[in-house]
């Protein structure tokens, strides 16, 4: 079974404080991804990396930044904590695609639901 | 720029009725179609996908129909029971390897 953990199921942190959120594949597989989930707005991609060492930004990455020195892990950080930044994040990980025929699915960790005051 | 959109927002069905929820999609590069299924406390898991070569695929109650001209494609759960009551997410993928675009999600209640 393929299994994606997340290190804190809640976390509470206060404004201003440096967090990390870390994420823990067992599977081998190349990308990893961090999202986060708020009510009405779905599934936003913060980060991605394909490799270890390699990051992409995804379509909401202001605010985060990422760190991936071993192919199992693969870290979110908030420099700063906001307010706004109150949500419940998500890690996921999946093989690397190489043909268009393939899909590989994504599988995700249970969500880290993270409270900024 | 919201590329996959769902609707409805939500939906409740009666045990045993079909529920279908619906997806339009903007971008003709998109390749790959899933559909993920979330319980709560849970993280989204796969449900089922399609490519966009094929018209429809089932897999158990559970089918998926692709209109690639109209570029929508829907969901549909026969014989909806109250254990599929969850929050459903359609998805795209823009080519090998690349990241997935979400909708929003819709939450499907069953009642009994």
């Known amino acids: 079974d393929v299994k994606v953990t997340q290190s804190s199921r809640y976390l509470v942190k206060r404004t201003g404080e440096k967090v990390f959120l870390e994420c823990v594949q067992d599977?081998?597989?190349?990308?990893m991804f961090w999202y986060r989930q708020d009510p009405g707005l779905g599934l936003r991609l913060i980060y991605f990396?394909?490799?270890?060492?390699?990051?992409e930004k995804g379509d909401i990455p202001e605010g985060y930044s990422v760190s991936r020195e071993k192919k199992e892990r693969f870290s979110l950080i908030l420099e700063s904590a906001s307010t706004n930044q109150t949500s419940m994040y998500l890690c996921?990980?999946?093989?690397?695609?190489?043909?268009?025929?393939?899909?590989?699915?994504?599988?995700f960790g249970p969500g880290t639901r993270l409270t900024v005051t | 720029q919201q590329q996959v959109k769902q609707s409805p927002q939500s939906l409740i069905v009666q045990k045993g009725g079909i529920s279908i929820i619906n997806c339009a999609y903007e971008n003709t590069a998109f390749d790959y179609f899933p559909w993920y299924q979330q319980f709560p406390g849970k993280g989204p898991a796969l449900l089922i996908a399609?490519?966009?070569?094929?018209s429809e695929k089932k897999e158990g109650r559970f089918t998926i129909s692709f209109n690639k001209s109209a570029k929508q494609f829907s969901l549909h759960i026969m014989d909806s029971q109250p254990g599929d009551s969850a929050t459903y997410f359609c998805a795209a993928r823009g080519g090998a390897n690349s990241k997935l675009t979400f909708g929003k999600g819709i939450t499907l209640s069953v009642r009994p």
């Open positions: 996921a990980s999946s093989l690397l695609a190489l043909a268009g025929l393939a899909f590989n699915e994504q599988y």
């Open positions: 990396s394909y490799d270890v060492k390699m990051k």
């Open positions: 399609i490519r966009p070569d094929v």
């Open positions: 599977m081998d597989h190349e990308n």
